[in-house]
DNA sequence: TCGTTTTCTGACCGTATGGTCAGGGTCGAG
DNA sequence: CTCGACCCTGACCATACGGTCAGAAAACGA
């Protein structure tokens, strides 16, 4: 087998001890923004030396580079919904229960993405002109066709799609703002499904979108 | 008159330096966060000598706070649309424009109060206890009363707000985004009232809100 | 066991940053 | 004109931060 699948204990080391990294990353960038982030503090967060994270990451730049090339990825996984949908309802409707999904289990990862496009995307304006920018498109293209079937609405689908991002990720980005209002408390397991459940009935009603079971009389 | 009101010279000049600095900070801090921030950039931005900035704000985190308070207060303003509107739907989209052309005119401001709430409102937690839980209190009972009289369809009205407050702000927070996808142009004058358009017309059809003019047959 | 490679880390360094301050300049009231 | 209050700023300081490095420790293959 090739010498970096092998399976000994540096492999299992260096494998855990990035993973380690990077979450602690994740969630201090998140917290305290590349600026205010500290690679003491990411350090104490995972639990080793300083000097052992740039052993595994040579700068402050390249891990946070790292981090944010992770969430990109899971970002664009959630798109499966879209895809395959055997209509707009479900396509439309399942892809926004996977991104209230995600905001619930990735709240970091979404903050790190917020912030970085903020501030104008300075590490990952690249994969915005390419990957985002074609995987955009596709969707353009899928909404189009589900217009002209008449499935939905006419409606720009880019506006569209920035609707679903933007009140999705709120959930997540705002998500101390949220529990706040909420008395304090994180939003309970009921109140989550609330909250995908009123996202999803408004956008689908909003677009026209009738439900999947219920055909044209 | 009071002494504070007195249009002499000293006091124009501290008003016009202090609307300076504020200004240049807002931009600043937007664009860097607060870590990512340094006195020199703002001073820089501002035309002034660093010393002359702590003349007028003591330390880093009293101009920080003074940004984000002066940001507080237009967001509050922006819910005069909202009320004393005549019907439901003329108030809630009349808030959704009030909301569409801060994100427009006001995009810093946006980005800073965004970025403040993400890592966590270390400054502005008092505000959202008090002001904005207050507010949010009375914006709520009064979409309650526009469910009951059937004006709207039954919604919870927290996940009304944070869908409309995702939304606009979106236009502001993830404007680069949006711009990249737009061929790497800002959005048009004509794009940004299609963007209002799109954004209120699935709202309000989401809500089942019907337009004034078009009363219940 | 032995030599080699990889992992680990305390101590250290240069720089950038927030903040200070003494002293000079400007304005307004009387 | 004079005096006091306010405005301005170059030079300076202490600290915190990203990053380096020499050398110890552990893992590995033979």
Request: aromatic share 8%; charged share 25%.
């Amino acid at each position: 087998m090739a010498e970096t699948d092998r399976l000994n204990k540096r492999n299992a080391i260096r494998r855990e001890n990035e993973r380690v990294i990077l979450s602690a990353a994740e969630k201090v960038f998140a917290e305290a923004g590349f600026g205010g982030a500290t690679m003491q503090l990411i350090a104490d967060m995972a639990g080793l030396p300083k000097a052992n994270l740039h052993y595994y990451f040579a700068t402050k730049e390249e891990l946070y580079r790292k981090v944010v090339e992770r969430i990109f990825v899971i970002w664009l996984q959630a798109a499966d919904r879209l895809d395959n949908a055997p209509d707009a309802a479900t396509g439309i409707g399942g892809y926004i229960e996977a991104k209230m999904e995600m905001s619930r289990r990735h709240p970091f990862g979404s903050k790190v993405w917020a912030s970085e496009v903020m501030h104008g995307a300075p590490v990952i304006q690249d994969y915005l002109e390419t990957a985002l920018r074609d995987w955009t498109e596709g969707r353009i293209a899928a909404i189009r066709r589900w217009i002209d079937e008449g499935q939905i609405d006419p409606i720009d689908p880019r506006h569209l799609l920035y609707m679903i991002w933007a009140t999705t990720q709120h959930y997540a980005d705002f998500g101390h703002q949220i529990e706040t209002l909420n008395g304090g408390r994180p939003l309970s397991g009921r109140q989550w499904a609330e909250a995908k459940e009123s996202v999803k009935a408004v956008i689908l009603r909003g677009i026209g979108a009738v439900p999947a079971r219920a055909g044209p009389a």
